[in-house]
């Protein structure tokens, strides 16, 4: 079972905008709308920002949003601060009954 | 308050086996499907297992299939994951994580960290 695709590490300057791609199949990513993101600061667990493609939990910031076409999705950070420097793991069903995580994306704030 | 407290983790060489559990709190743990989900040591997220609300239905990543058995005691509040022939590969911090609606893991514990080393 294969990862879904992340770039290792993106970095943006405070105030700006940054989008990170997860790229998968038509099994997974491309076959439904079951894609989430995740924020995981160092020894800590990950916290659901996304869920649904596009959904934000309550209480998550709205400078927080998810996007999806075909096979990839993308969480999009506007007006970065300092406190979103962490990692990103999108995850999808995949088909199968089965749960696939990508392979994480650490996002410097410069 | 929700908690997740997971337990069991440990040293331990490789071939041998290992249960891990996950004790629930603050939810009517009955009503919801539980995940196991693994981070080895500065690696990725990795999706285990998962056990449905009744215990019926669980599902397994490849990488697990016929090693390990997720179970629940839905009396005790608590998930548990078997884990057998035990390889340097499933080194890591083991999660255990709610479900609240599919695919929406809205609580995780703080993990239970497995080495399997010789």
């Known amino acids: 079972q294969s990862a879904l695709t992340q770039p290792a590490s993106v970095s943006g300057s405070p105030g700006q905008s940054i989008t990170i791609s997860c790229t998968g199949t038509?099994?997974?990513?491309?076959?439904?709308?079951?894609v989430f993101w995740y924020q995981q600061h160092p020894g800590k667990a990950p916290q659901l920002m996304i869920y649904?493609?596009?959904n934000r939990p309550s209480g998550v910031s709205n400078r927080f949003s998810g996007s999806k076409s075909g096979n990839t999705a993308s969480l999009t950070i506007s007006g970065l601060q300092a406190e979103d420097e962490a990692d990103y793991y999108c995850s999808s069903y995949r088909t199968g009954s089965s749960w696939v995580f990508g392979g994480g994306t650490k996002l410097t704030v410069l | 308050q929700v908690q997740l407290v997971e337990s069991g983790g440990d040293v331990v060489q490789p071939g041998v086996s290992l249960r891990l559990s996950c004790a629930a709190s603050?939810?009517?743990?009955?009503?919801?499907?539980i995940h196991w989900v693994r981070q080895a040591p500065g690696k990725g997220l990795e999706w285990v297992a998962v056990?449905?609300?009744?215990?019926?239905?669980?599902f397994y990543a490849d990488s697990v299939k016929g090693r390990f058995t997720i179970s629940r005691d839905n009396s005790k509040n608590t998930l548990y994951l078997q884990m057998n022939s035990l390889r340097s590969e499933d080194t890591a911090v083991y999660y255990c994580t709610r479900e609240l609606q599919f695919g929406y893991f809205d609580y995780w514990g703080q993990g239970t960290l497995v080495t399997v080393s010789s």
């Open positions: 056990a449905s609300s009744d215990g019926n239905t669980k």
């Open positions: 038509s099994s997974d990513v491309g076959g439904y709308n079951h």
């Open positions: 649904e493609v596009s």
């Open positions: 603050g939810f009517t743990f009955s009503s919801y499907s």
